[in-house]
């Protein structure tokens, strides 16, 4: 029995550490979000590049991927495709890919590549009154970026003079924000007919004050930047909320600003301005129903592209002899993997709950505490689990473990 007990305690204390090195390794500010609903599901993305007979010169392609953080977990992440292909990451906004080198044959022939994971996506509020650390010297920089102009996203001009006039009379950083997200979220409307939307040019955006979520967020930004807030462009997926598989048409985008105390805070103007009584919501809040792939505008991916750089990188993008290669194929698709639930109500892999308390913590039996499950909990890398608090960690009889969720 005692020992047992002790390598029950050191099996446990070897997944603190693990799980406390998960959550050292994915903080950047020491942030607050309040627990919510997730959805966990498969996604896979698949391209086909068209036959190139008359090709000639060096052919690319390019295809974003996923990365996980304290809002999104991607696992068994796999890429099929019958030409060469690395993983690498762009170096302005870290954003991750994988690019595919083609023989000439395989040019010639066209050719196709698939990625498919399976990720759990939590919902992303963030608790507005929070107070964290300032930013590290590495996220400085990062900030400083997020307060200059994109190409199709000016800072002079009239985005500097309509953020100047919907902030009049406030001063706090956080009032500022609230304005200028109101003010794009009931100007403008959702409207993709026609022509000039979808490509996020802030000054379009603000004459014709319509357009897509690309739009939305491009005015938005520029606002947020103009009156000095650091803000940026994420995007990725959505997943439709009554469905629970399917295929995907196409791309959605939302933005994050920044204010010092607080950390990054999520808007989604787009989809406030589709569901007017969400708007608060949407103000410090993204839904679970939906997977983020890349951040940033004007993206440069490698030494490889010759090309100009990319306004945004959602879709693939190829090029031969330095051309962008046209008529590419795209499906995406995603199914459920279980019904979406609240942030919580399961705990480590290979751990059942056998009770729960009232601030929300999961009591686990001790009969549950044994080696393989505990390796097994640990080689997971669970997010959404804190260090275990309970003061009887894998005793014998009727003691219990405590994992206090988010």
């Not at 809040?285 to 959602?314: C, H, W």
């Amino acid at each position: 029995m005692r020992n047992h007990r002790e390598t029950s305690v050191l099996a446990v204390v070897a997944l603190i550490i693990a799980v406390a090195a998960i959550f050292g390794a994915n903080e950047v500010f020491a942030e607050k979000t309040t627990r919510g609903r997730q959805r966990s599901f498969v996604f896979t993305y698949e391209v086909r590049v068209p036959a190139n007979p008359d090709g000639q010169g060096e052919t690319r392609l390019w295809m974003p991927l996923p990365l996980s953080d304290e809002h999104q977990s991607i696992r068994k992440l796999s890429i099929e495709s019958p030409v060469a292909h690395r993983v690498s990451k762009e170096r302005e906004y870290g954003n991750s890919f994988a690019v595919f080198s083609p023989t000439a044959a395989e040019t010639s022939a066209g050719y196709s590549a698939t990625l498919r994971f399976e990720v759990t996506r939590r919902e992303y509020a963030r608790d507005l009154k929070a107070t964290s650390a300032p930013a590290r010297p590495g996220q400085e920089a990062m900030l400083k970026r997020y307060l200059e102009p994109d190409k199709m996203v000016p800072l002079n001009g009239k985005i500097a003079e309509l953020a100047r006039t919907q902030t009049e009379g406030v001063t706090e950083p956080m009032q500022k924000a609230r304005r200028i997200y109101d003010y794009v979220a009931s100007t403008m409307r959702y409207d993709k007919s026609g022509e000039g939307w979808g490509r996020g040019d802030a000054m379009w955006a603000c004459d014709s004050k319509r357009g897509n979520c690309t739009d939305f967020h491009s005015v938005l930004i520029g606002m947020m930047r103009s009156s000095g807030i650091p803000a940026r462009f994420e995007i990725g997926f959505p997943l439709p909320e009554s469905k629970t598989e399917g295929d995907i048409s196409g791309y959605h985008c939302w933005a994050e600003f920044y204010i010092d105390g607080i950390g990054w805070v999520p808007v989604d103007a787009s989809e406030a301005s589709k569901n007017p009584a969400k708007r608060d919501y949407f103000f410090g809040a993204i839904d679970a129903d939906r997977v983020m792939f890349t951040y940033g505008r004007d993206i440069r991916l490698s030494a490889e592209q010759k090309g100009e750089p990319l306004n945004y990188f959602i879709y693939p993008y190829a090029e031969s002899n330095g051309q962008a290669i046209k008529g590419l194929q795209t499906h995406f698709a995603f199914r459920d993997l279980e019904p979406p639930r609240e942030a919580g109500t399961r705990t480590l892999r290979g751990f059942w709950p056998t009770g729960r308390r009232s601030n929300g913590s999961v009591v686990i039996d001790s009969s549950q505490c044994r080696g393989p499950n505990i390796a097994r909990a640990a080689s997971a890398a669970y997010v959404g689990l804190q260090v275990p608090k309970g003061r009887n960690l894998c005793r014998s009889g009727n003691a219990t473990i405590v994992f206090s969720l988010f």
